[in-house]
């Protein structure tokens, strides 16, 4: 991929020569789309130039059907925001230069995305830190102007009272297309959640899809410097995404705390203090057991994809076999239904 | 003899991660070896457990549906919990087809769900608190050992 990445470059930076690529490597994780991280040199008027870019590729299948340009848009719009992100260069949608569309960013070198190295000592000073941070993001997430962002150009906002509807209703469809054995814990759930709805939120915003420790890029220090992987974000409730980062699955072995580094009702607090809001603790539980529902879908989607064989990824496989019934089981203990 | 299918699948897996492993450089490939070493030793608890979790199961439903019937509205899902217990008399062995089996039987305990929760009445509660235990046990019969 490597002479496919210089040959694309070449055309996308103005009066360059000479472009190489080096470094080319596969990054762990990204179930959702291939991503690579390179280095590029080139020359400019003879001067020499270098820089570090992470590449997103599309899969012949995902976990997550989802919309790069949807993806692109919404890392532009936080560009220049409190809410740290890395700098968008380029979306391609044509399949021609690397064997499927892509787009490229900017790398931000220097920090981890490691889920469990926050539960170490090494952050015991920091932790609390990080979390509070971590939630004030999500609040300046969810209030971002978005009808000025290239979110507009991209995606309409639901009415408020139809947040609920239109989520629950993507994922029950996912399921549907999905499921390879009948779901009748997932499909009880769905049943609660439409027969007791949340109140509209007070305002659409947009909503990440997937925020939760592991999807963020932060220092040893504790510095929180890019929130990735908006492959699911959309226009709702902002209280879906509070809900999500509270689900077990997220905890990463420490029960009751969110990400493996702060309380429930903590993150809550440094939520609700952010956001200058009080949390409505039902919203928030029906928004808990959609979060489950949607993982269940999400599970199921990697699990058609790889048993189909449209996916050789093996973390499709493994997502399958280890996760749909420890989604059960969530979905079970969120309805109060659990052992 | 010969190992058995789940010593092979568990060897393969320590090999993969003991000898194999330490050779590799590259995050990615690193990543994937611990999945596929992950994935071996699930493979092998399956494999040993499948068929007996399956009839497990199917046998559980088949109780569950014959105390069912009588309380069910409906007279054509009251039959159909009835007639499920040919289910049980298969001749077919290989997982497939027990897999097969067990999907229409969870198939009929959803749509039995459905209909017991827009029922009235205290033998229609009773009924649904036992449908939700036998949901709580089918997770346990799939639950892997290593996984919280």
Known sequence: ?339 | MRPDPPKVLMGVAVALMADVAPGLSAPFAMQSLGIAAGLLGMAAEEFDRAASRLVEEDRALVVLFERAAPVVASQGLASRLREAAARLVGVDLRVSALQRDNDVLRALLLELHVAIEAQPGADARALEEAIWDELRESTRRRHFSGVR
């Not at chain 1, 470059?9 to 020569?17: I, K």
């Not at chain 1, 139809?162 to 997932?186: F, H, T, V």
């Not at chain 1, 959609?290 to 496989?317: D, M, N, P, Y």
């Open chain 1, 1 to 339: 991929m490597e002479a496919e990445l210089a040959r694309y470059l070449a055309h996308r930076l103005e009066g360059a020569s000479e472009v190489t690529i080096s470094n080319l490597s596969r990054i762990p994780g990204g179930a959702s789309r291939e991503t690579w991280r390179f280095d590029a040199s080139w020359e400019v008027g003879g001067v020499a130039q270098s820089e570090g870019f992470i590449v997103r590729k599309d899969p012949p299948a995902s976990l997550v059907e989802s919309d790069r340009a949807v993806e692109y848009a919404f890392y532009g719009a936080f560009e220049g925001t409190s809410v740290p992100v890395p700098r968008m260069r380029w979306l391609e949608e044509e399949a021609s230069h690397l064997g499927a569309p892509f787009f490229i960013m900017e790398r931000i070198d220097g920090c981890e995305a490691n889920t469990r190295a926050l539960q170490t000592p090494a952050f015991d000073a920091s932790r609390d830190g990080v979390a509070r941070r971590f939630y004030a993001i999500l609040a300046e997430i969810g209030r971002l102007p978005w009808e000025s962002s290239p979110i507009a150009a991209v995606m309409g906002a639901p009415a408020p009272g139809d947040c609920w509807k239109r989520e629950l209703g993507y994922w029950e469809g996912m399921i549907d297309a999905n499921e390879l054995s009948p779901q009748p814990i997932a499909r009880a759930a769905i049943r609660w959640l439409r027969a007791n709805p949340p109140p509209p939120p007070a305002h659409v915003g947009p909503v990440h899809g997937d925020y939760r420790v592991g999807n963020f890029l932060y220092t040893r220090e504790g510095e929180i410097r890019a929130i990735l992987d908006w492959e699911m974000a959309h226009l709702g409730d902002p209280l879906e995404d509070l809900a999500w980062s509270f689900m077990e699955l997220w905890e990463w072995g420490r029960s009751g705390y969110p990400g493996g580094i702060v309380l429930t009702e903590d993150a809550i607090r440094y939520y609700e203090e952010a956001a200058g809001t009080t949390v409505d603790r039902d919203a928030l539980h029906w928004w808990l057991v959609f979060s489950c529902v949607k993982g269940q879908g999400i599970w199921l989607t990697g699990a058609r994809s790889f048993q189909e064989g449209r996916s050789r990824e093996l973390i499709h496989a493994f997502t399958s076999h280890n996760l749909i019934n420890t989604q059960d089981e969530a979905i079970l203990r969120a309805m109060g239904r659990g052992a």
